[in-house]
T-cell receptor, first 115, second 112 residues
Framework: EAQVTQNPRYLITVTGKKLTVTCSQN?????MSWYRQDPGLGLRQIYY???????DKGDVPEGYKVSRKEKRNFPLILESPSPNQTSLYFC??????????????FGPGTRLTVL | RKEVEQDPGPFNVPEGATVAFNCTYS??????FFWYRQDCRKEPKLLMS???SGNEDGRFTAQLNRASQYISLLIRDSKLSDSATYLC?????????????FGSGTRLSIRP
């Protein structure tokens, strides 16, 4: 089954404790992206990656890091989480090429709470 | 001003009604437009792309008005299962590299 998976789905942590949220897709997509969703603000892009070893900042990259060592994986790293990073996080992927590539496939989301 | 703006709703309509919502965008150079559907606490999923000539998919019709910089979504004969949040998505171009902006979403609730 074609899908994007994220882990963990739920996480409660404390300020300053480094964490990683994993994202993996099995559709051989080149483009992957991380979003956070907050009430009233919609989805905001954190980082995106056009391909292996190619990453770039989105609209709200502060406090986050990413890496793209393999095509299928795109982990999101919070080196020193703070309470303002409490949010719902989505990973997404899409394929380049024809117009139909524009569809983004989203993972199920990770609800993060930083105390 | 937000780059993509939607009426947050909620729209509360009876089953069988027709409902429409708009989304305005500020970047006149935007090229690609979409409606995504998001159920409560779930991931967004593509509902339909919005083409210049307008397009229809069953009970759903999407329109694009470039002159006024808005897109619309019309739902006819609404069903209980249409209750969700509808996200307007605008992309700067056709390639994966172009900037993607999501609206905050419009909540729709269909009552029996």
């Amino acid at each position: 089954e074609a899908q994007v998976t994220q882990n963990p789905r739920y996480l409660i942590t404390v300020t300053g404790k480094k964490l990683t949220v994993t994202c993996s897709q099995n559709m051989n997509h080149e483009y992957m992206s991380w979003y956070r969703q907050d009430p009233g603000l919609g989805l905001r892009q954190i980082y995106y990656s056009m391909n292996v070893e190619v990453t770039d900042k989105g609209d709200v990259p502060e406090g986050y890091k990413v890496s793209r060592k393999e095509k299928r994986n795109f982990p999101l790293i919070l080196e020193s989480p703070s309470p303002n990073q409490t949010s719902l996080y989505f990973c997404a992927s899409s394929a380049p090429g024809t117009r139909t590539y524009n569809e983004q496939f989203f993972g199920p989301g990770t609800r993060l709470t930083v105390l | 001003r937000k780059e993509v703006e939607q009426d947050p709703g909620p729209f509360n309509v009876p089953e069988g009604a027709t409902v429409a919502f708009n989304c305005t965008y500020s970047n006149s150079a935007s090229q690609s437009f979409f409606w995504y559907r998001q159920d409560c606490r779930k991931e967004p999923k593509l509902l339909m792309s919005v083409y210049s000539s307008g397009n229809e998919d069953g009970r759903f019709t999407a329109q694009l008005n470039r002159a006024s910089q808005y897109i619309s979504l019309l739902i006819r004969d609404s069903k209980l299962s249409d209750s969700a949040t509808y996200l307007c998505v605008v992309r700067g171009g056709y390639s994966s590299a172009s900037k993607i902006i999501f609206g905050s979403g419009t909540r729709l609730s269909i009552r029996p």
